[in-house]
């Protein structure tokens, strides 16, 4: 027969698995099915009643009692203290949250990061403890041991990673467009395809020219990002899922800002992490440059835009890897009109919901490209697959200090992103290549 503690641990781990049920329903706003109300009813059915409504106990509790007493006995047999009943586990509950999340997939993952932030960052020892001892219990996280970074107790839990890096991938056109891969090193030479074998007409009896596929290397070197937050320690205290969730959301969408700031305007300097992007890459190989006097967007024409297209490399021309990258106020006030005046419009064309397009190509939107101005590119169109690849070292880490502005009361974060990013097939002086651009007249 199981101890009277034995039991009540069965108690608090069945309340834990109803509590998770409820939350799941509430994050989807909506109402348990059949299924799960059968299963809600069946966690509380065997729980029973705890006889403090004046009702006479049943279930666990009832068998919480009958060994409570037995226990009892046998102490008193062996003339020892009678033993003092523990009593149940108790664990905080999930915090309401209000609105829908932003980063995670569930409020059950938001909430179990935020138990892990308690556990490793706490600047209360006993809500540390607490924090712990529930992920022990609970299975969360189990690998995570107290004070060994070696061994887990300082590594990002992967909800909160996941969380922050879609964030990032959904904020920013960087990760949807390049192309993606992962560092086994912080220095990392990708292999890359530069030529073929070459066909010969060798004469009869003649030898037959030898010749190899080549590669070359894309060389990355991983840079670290890093975005440092504050946090209340009420908030911490009263409204754990939605902190969670901010903090992810917020780190998640300034890493893809940054992120598509060094895509398109890195110039190789430390202003953009060493990273050399789109405009400093885009040759005269592959750039329409407008009529002199042409020094605003407003200028551009159909033929630019077609011309565009024709200088992308016909061996980087994959049809669903095609994309346009701009502004969002250039499409608006350049592209717009331009499709407009072409005629033909109906009410589902002008208004439609589809995404963005041109001459059939998706548009992605950056308010990191130039604004109008002379000697500018306002248009990128290409197979940015091909041409960019973004190579990531690490997920996400976290550190956080209650020092850092003890005054203020808050905990202080700071997460970091290791990553590279590098344009191997952009134009030449007089070559194309994976992606073609744009560009105004000098002034």
């Given at each position: 027969?199981?101890?009277?503690?034995?039991?009540r641990?069965?108690?608090a781990?069945l309340y834990?698995?109803?509590?998770?049920?409820?939350?799941?329903?509430k994050?989807?706003e909506?109402?348990?099915?059949?299924?799960?109300s059968?299963?809600?009813d069946?966690?509380?059915?065997?729980?029973?009643?705890d006889g403090?409504?004046?009702?006479?106990?049943?279930?666990?509790?009832?068998?919480?009692?009958q060994?409570?007493?037995?226990?009892?006995i046998e102490a008193?047999?062996?003339e020892?203290?009678?033993p003092?009943?523990?009593?149940?586990?108790?664990?905080a509950?999930?915090?309401k949250?209000?609105?829908r999340?932003?980063a995670?997939?569930?409020?059950q993952?938001?909430?179990?990061?935020?138990?892990w932030?308690?556990a490793?960052?706490?600047?209360?020892?006993?809500?540390r403890?607490a924090?712990r001892?529930?992920?022990n219990d609970?299975?969360?996280?189990?690998?995570?041991t107290?004070?060994?970074?070696s061994?887990?107790?300082?590594?990002?839990p992967?909800?909160?990673?996941a969380a922050?890096?879609?964030?990032?991938?959904?904020?920013?056109i960087a990760p949807q467009?390049?192309?993606?891969v992962?560092?086994?090193?912080?220095?990392?030479?990708?292999p890359?395809r530069?030529?073929?074998?070459t066909?010969?007409?060798?004469?009869?009896?003649?030898?037959?020219?030898?010749?190899?596929k080549t590669y070359?290397?894309?060389?990355?070197t991983?840079?670290?990002?890093?975005?440092m937050?504050?946090?209340?320690?009420?908030?911490i205290?009263d409204?754990?899922?939605?902190?969670?969730?901010?903090v992810a959301?917020d780190a998640?969408?300034a890493?893809a800002?940054?992120?598509d700031n060094?895509?398109?305007?890195?110039?190789?300097t430390s202003?953009?992490?060493g990273?050399?992007g789109?405009?400093?890459s885009?040759?005269?190989?592959?750039t329409?440059t407008?009529?002199?006097?042409?020094t605003?967007?407003s200028?551009?024409t159909?033929?630019?835009l077609?011309?565009?297209?024709?200088?992308v490399a016909?061996?980087?021309?994959?049809e669903?890897?095609?994309a346009?990258?701009?502004?969002?106020?250039?499409?608006?006030?350049?592209i717009?009109?331009?499709?407009?005046a072409?005629?033909g419009n109906?009410?589902?064309?002008i208004?439609g919901?589809q995404r963005p397009?041109l001459?059939g190509?998706?548009?992605?939107?950056s308010?990191h490209m130039?604004?109008?101005?002379?000697?500018?590119f306002g248009?990128?169109?290409?197979?940015f697959?091909?041409?960019?690849?973004?190579?990531?070292r690490?997920?996400?880490?976290?550190?956080?200090s209650?020092?850092?502005?003890f005054?203020?009361?808050?905990m202080?974060?700071?997460?970091?992103?290791?990553?590279d990013?590098?344009?191997?097939?952009?134009?030449g002086a007089?070559?194309?290549?994976a992606?073609?651009?744009?560009?105004t007249?000098?002034?």
């Open positions: 027969m199981k101890s009277s503690k034995q039991i641990e069965d108690i781990d834990a698995k109803a509590q998770a049920l409820g939350e799941l329903v994050t989807e909506r109402e348990f099915n059949a299924e799960e059968k299963q809600f069946a966690y509380l059915a065997e729980i029973g009643s403090l409504d004046g009702e006479a106990k049943s279930g666990l509790w009832a068998k919480v009692e060994a409570e007493k037995l226990e009892k008193q047999i062996k020892k203290p009678e003092v009943a523990e009593a149940p586990k108790v664990y509950k999930p915090c949250f209000a609105g999340l932003k995670f997939a569930n409020a993952d938001a909430y179990n990061a935020g138990v932030f308690k490793n960052f706490s600047k209360s020892e006993d809500v403890q924090a001892q529930e992920m609970k299975g969360i996280y189990a690998a995570q107290e004070g060994t970074g061994a887990g107790g300082n590594l990002t992967d909800s909160l990673a922050v890096i879609n964030a990032r991938e959904n904020a920013g467009l390049a192309q993606r992962v560092m086994p090193s912080d220095s990392f030479d990708l890359k530069s030529s073929g074998q066909v010969y007409y060798p004469g009869e009896a003649s030898a037959i020219t030898a010749s190899d070359g290397l894309v060389q990355l991983a840079v670290k990002r890093a975005v937050t504050q946090i209340s320690n009420e908030l205290a409204s754990l899922v939605n902190v969670m969730d901010d959301a998640g969408h890493l800002y940054q992120a060094e895509f398109i305007n890195g110039d190789g202003t953009y992490g990273e050399t789109l405009v400093s885009c040759a005269a190989g592959g329409v407008l009529d002199s006097g042409e605003g967007f200028s551009i159909l033929a630019d077609h011309s565009c297209v024709s200088k016909d061996k980087f021309w994959v669903p890897n095609m346009w990258i701009m502004r969002r106020s250039t499409f608006a006030e350049v717009q009109k331009l499709v407009y072409g005629g109906t009410v589902d064309s208004s919901g397009a001459f190509y998706p548009i992605y939107f308010d130039p604004a109008s101005a002379a000697s500018k248009v990128f169109f290409g197979n697959n091909a041409g960019v690849v973004m190579g990531d690490q997920g996400v880490e976290i550190a956080s209650a020092d850092y502005a005054n203020l009361d808050v202080t974060l700071r997460l970091t992103a290791r990553y990013l590098a344009v191997h097939e952009a134009p007089s070559s194309t290549g992606f073609a651009g744009i560009k007249a000098a002034s």
